[in-house]
């Protein structure tokens, strides 16, 4: 087994990584673009098939990640530096570097609306006469030049003192506290929102199969790029977090811990946003403006609702903390060792200069939104666009290549902690065949090159 860097950070307990590296994969995707996927592809069936790449692909990527890092106990970058010296597969580390300065830069803009919306609820909600003034309150807050960038100024400042403070005191700490509040959290509002009246349709769209949407191939291609985007693969955040991983802890065993929490995360969102849906007759695949725009309706209309919209959004401003907390750690864990920066000099410096990416994203949706860049889509959609659809599926392809062929079998079972057991075969095959072709179709889908 390789050595440790004694000088490298380390986690202080295998809970704590567990729970960072969820917290890494629970984030906005987890709660609204779940929901809205699972909506729009005919929910049960689709929800199986989801499943079925959360173990098929999911899985397999989440423990090639977690043994990269671990192995090479260096950054995204450095892990493939440091394993395979002077060959292209340290594309993958750079494009998830990359990833994280466009990802975390819009992601931070959205995030703040979050954190705007906690802070109206927490000084008592909003005061509107009718649920159509929920549209004119949330688009005259995105367009304003100023306010969202004051929220995602804040958000951003939240992210950068966490990774500021470190591996132990402010990674595992926060997401010690984040991650079980979030689940009491989903738990609490996913038992209210059952009680609403549309609690008996909502569980059959989730759990009884339309076995007919099986026959669209785009919920096949839904399912696998919610799987992929659900657990932050291929951005290099798991390769990270595994760095700072003894070996002493087991990978499999994390991996499938991690793919299990994130996966039951999503269904209890699933649970409390559906049986609302469906008690105010509200379309299942209404999109993003359904967290915005229709839920705060529907609290404006139920029995404690300003308290139900304060947990809810507390809920998703906490989620996208703990994600971007891991986005950030990806450049400044990179930034650290190619400069030899301190901690809290690289958190300060990649955290302002990823705020200031981020700006354009957010005027975007007001004095700059004539400006489109990819297929008519606004700032911040194409940064979504070229992120989500673009680097981070070619990262996980490389990935998954790079285990299955350019590492030496018995090297990578041996690291893996498989060994050469059966399950340790079925998972170099995986990455060698079927989670290649898996994901290539997905950056085919994606990008459009591929038409269904």
């Known amino acids: 087994m390789n050595q440790l860097d004694p000088n490298r950070e380390q986690w202080g307990s295998r809970l704590g990584f567990i729970l960072a ?4 994969a629970v984030g906005l995707g987890n709660i609204w673009r779940f929901s809205y996927v699972t909506g729009d592809n005919g929910g049960a069936a689709f929800l199986l098939v989801y499943l079925l790449c959360i173990i098929a692909i999911g899985i397999p990527i989440i423990m090639a990640e977690f043994t990269i ?9 450095g892990s493939f530096e440091k394993i395979a010296p002077g060959k ?6 750079i494009m998830g570097v990359i990833s994280a300065f466009i990802i975390l830069s819009f992601y931070g803009v959205i995030a703040g609306w979050t954190v705007k919306y ?4 927490l000084t008592g909600g909003f005061n509107v006469q009718n649920d159509g003034e929920y549209v004119d309150v949330f688009v005259g807050f995105i367009t304003s030049p100023w306010e969202p960038l004051f929220w995602q100024f804040l958000f951003m400042a939240f992210t950068v003192g966490i990774v500021y403070a470190g591996v132990k005191k402010g990674i595992e700490a926060s997401n010690k506290i984040l991650m079980p509040a979030l689940a009491l959290l989903v738990i609490i509002l996913a038992g209210y929102s059952l009680t609403l009246g549309g609690a008996s349709e909502a569980l059959s769209f989730l ?9 669209d191939p785009k919920v096949y291609l839904a399912a696998l790029g919610q799987a992929f985007f659900s657990l932050s693969l291929g951005m290099g955040a798991l390769i990270t977090y595994g760095s700072y991983l003894s070996n002493k802890e087991k990978l499999p065993g994390a991996a499938v811990s991690v793919a299990a929490l ?18 105010f007759g509200i379309e299942p695949g209404a999109g993003p403006g359904l967290v915005f ?5 529907i609290f404006d209309s139920i029995s404690f609702g300003t308290i139900f919209g304060l947990l809810f959004f507390f809920l998703l401003a906490a989620a996208a903390l703990s994600s971007a907390v891991s986005l950030l750690e990806v450049a400044v864990a990179y930034f650290m060792r190619k400069f030899k920066w301190t901690r809290k000099k690289t958190a300060l410096i990649i955290g302002g200069i990823i705020f200031l990416i981020g700006i354009p994203s957010s005027l975007g949706q007001g004095i700059l939104s004539d400006v489109k860049i990819i297929g008519g889509n606004d700032i911040l959609d194409s940064m979504d666009f070229i992120a989500s659809n673009i680097l981070l599926p070619l990262g996980g392809l490389i990935i998954a290549l790079f285990m299955g062929w350019g590492w030496k079998k018995t090297d990578a079972l041996k690291d893996s902690d498989f ?3 059966a399950l340790g075969n079925a998972w170099i095959f995986t990455l060698r065949f079927i989670a290649p072709i898996a994901i290539f179709l997905i950056f085919l889908a994606s990008t459009g090159i591929l038409k269904l």
């Open 118 to 121: 906690f802070f109206s609820y």
């Open 88 to 93: 292209p597969w340290i594309l993958a580390g």
């Open 207 to 215: 759990f009884t199969p339309d076995w007919s949407a099986l026959a």
């Open 262 to 279: 994130d996966t039951g995360f999503a269904l209890l969102a699933g649970l409390m946003i559906f049986p609302a849906v469906f008690a």
């Open 21 to 24: 590296a969820m917290g890494s």
């Open 69 to 77: 890092g671990r192995k090479a106990q260096s950054d995204a970058v």
């Open 293 to 297: 725009i229709t839920l705060p309706g």
């Open 419 to 421: 060994g050469e057991s």
